[in-house]
T-cell receptor
Framework: DGGITQSPKYLFRKEGQNVTLSCEQN?????MYWYRQDPGQGLRLIYY???????QKGDIAEGYSVSREKKESFPLTVTSAQKNPTAFYLC??????????????FGPGTRLTVL | AQKVTQAQTEISVVEKEDVTLDCVYE???????LFWYKQPPSGELVFLIR??????QNEISGRYSWNFQKSTSSFNFTITASQVVDSAVYFC????????????FGAGTILRVKS
């Protein structure tokens, strides 16, 4: 089945630690995105990548880093510089073809808690 | 600047009632897309519909219908004969070409359908 997978589903981190959230897609999509969701709020864009080996900062990139070495994978690292990392993280991907025109499809999410 | 407003934070209805979720958007771009996503308790965002700015036809899909009105910058979502399984958070989102087709989300509306 084609889709987007995120792991782990739940992640606990001690203060001062870096952690990496995994996102993989087998939809052959060019573009991938990371969003953060806080309670009672909409999603906010952290980073996005429209092609392999290239990525751009979103609205709240501080304290996060990404890489895009393969088309299928877009891991997100939450660094110790992120002051309030406890949140729900969602990964998405989209095709660049004219038919679907950038409709983003989402993974199941990772809930990160800082202890 | 782009903005999406979902003024209804939470709505509670009894099963079989009809319910309308409001969405108002702001953009100066003439080419844009509007989306609705559903987020059930599991957390994954489920794509429901995409509408481009040049297509103001209303759409119906089963019990779901959408009313797009450019004159009032609104893209409202109606669920007819609601069911308990419709309970979720619903997000309206906007993407514009000038903004690189990145999604801007509203804060979401929590819909609770009681049996």
């Amino acid at each position: 089945d084609g889709g987007i997978t995120q792991s782990p589903k739940y992640l606990f981190r001690k203060e001062g630690q870096n952690v990496t959230l995994s996102c993989e897609q087998n939809l052959n999509h060019d573009a991938m995105y990371w969003y953060r969701q806080d309670p009672g709020q909409g999603l906010r864009l952290i980073y996005y990548s429209q092609i392999v080996n290239d990525f751009q900062k979103g609205d709240i990139a501080e304290g996060y880093s990404v890489s895009r070495e393969k088309k299928e994978s877009f891991p997100l690292t939450v660094t110790s510089a992120q002051k309030n990392p406890t949140a729900f993280y969602l990964c998405a991907s989209s095709s660049r073809d004219s038919q679907s025109s950038d409709t983003q499809y989402f993974g199941p999410g990772t809930r990160l808690t800082v202890l | 600047a782009q903005k999406v407003t979902q003024a209804q934070t939470e709505i509670s209805v009894v099963e079989k009632e009809d319910v309308t979720l409001d969405c108002v958007y702001e953009t100066r771009d003439t080419t844009y897309y509007l989306f609705w996503y559903k987020q059930p308790p599991s957390g994954e965002l489920v794509f429901l519909i995409r509408r481009n700015s040049f297509d103001e036809q209303n759409e119906i899909s089963g019990r779901y219908s959408w009313n797009f009105q450019k004159s009032t910058s609104s893209f409202n979502f109606t669920i007819t004969a609601s069911q308990v399984v419709d309970s979720a958070v619903y997000f309206c989102a906007l993407s514009v070409m000038e903004y690189g087709n990145k999604l801007v989300f509203g804060a979401g509306t929590i819909l609770r359908v009681k049996s």
